[in-house]
């Protein structure tokens, strides 16, 4: 069974950074592109960027070219995402999810963690 | 970006009853390989958004045949007939042909 675990809550000061962890079980991670998304309170989701952990090849979408930083440790099979100068803005819960392929056939955001709940404030 | 406008943003629903969603695209969503990379997700209150439909049509693991998608180019329609309660909550529509990636805004199902 495939299982992504994400950390724990984060209370961030603004202007400090945050780093969010995402651990697989049941699916090696060198074999997929793993997504963060975030939704801000009471909102729809947002794609914030994906990572080939095989290769640590990364795409963002541009809001967050300056914001997010995604790496994996392949060792681990866990992904992160460090969040940098947080703004209260920045307040939501950010999810992973992993694309899957299994006898031929690929899905995209197939399998997603819990979310771990990020609020900035002072 | 790619903009995805889903509509309605809230559809009353008996149990029972047969909906549709409607995800539409601000540009066409065939990729360059052949394929159409447009997938449907249930977020269920206080849960993680789960895959129903991928690749148009195509339904994931486990997702009863009561969900149905269709649709080609711009225009998708996501069918829920004979809903039942576990049914309830958002529905969003994901395009993965163009980077960024871009979700619609949502759809609450929602009882009558």
């Known amino acids: 069974e495939v299982q992504l675990q994400q950390s724990g809550a984060e209370l961030g000061k603004p202007g400090t950074s945050v780093k969010l962890s995402c651990k697989v079980s049941?699916?090696?991670?060198?074999?997929?592109?793993m997504h963060w998304v975030n939704q801000r309170p009471g909102k729809g989701l947002e794609w914030i960027g994906r990572?080939?952990?095989?290769?640590?090849?990364?795409i963002y979408a541009e809001k967050f070219k300056s914001k997010a930083t995604l790496t994996a440790d392949t060792s681990s099979n866990t992904a992160y995402m460090q969040l940098s100068q947080l703004k209260s803005d920045d307040t939501a819960i950010y999810f992973c999810?992993?694309?899957?392929?299994?006898?031929?056939?690929?899905?995209?955001?197939?399998?997603w963690g819990q979310g771990t709940l990020v609020t900035v404030s002072s | 970006d790619v903009l995805m406008t889903q509509t309605p943003v809230s559809l009353p629903v008996s149990l029972g009853g047969q909906v549709s969603i409607s995800c539409r695209s601000s540009?066409?969503?065939?990729?360059?390989?052949?394929?159409?990379?447009l997938h449907w997700y249930l977020q269920k209150p206080g849960q993680s958004p789960q895959l129903l439909i991928y690749?148009?049509?195509n339904r994931f693991s486990g997702v009863p045949d009561r969900f149905s998608g269709s649709g080609s180019g711009t225009d998708f329609t996501l069918k829920i007939s004979r809903v039942e309660p576990e049914d309830l909550g958002v529905y969003y529509c994901?395009?993965?042909?163009?980077?960024?990636?871009?979700f619609g805004a949502g759809t609450k199902l929602e009882l009558k």
């Open positions: 990572i080939d952990p095989a290769n640590g090849n990364t």
């Open positions: 540009q066409s969503l065939v990729h360059s390989d052949g394929n159409t990379y």
């Open positions: 999810a992993i694309d899957y392929y299994s006898s031929y056939i690929y899905y995209w955001f197939a399998y």
């Open positions: 994901l395009q993965s042909t163009h980077f960024p990636n871009t």
């Open positions: 690749r148009v049509s």
């Open positions: 049941g699916y090696n991670i060198r074999n997929t592109y």
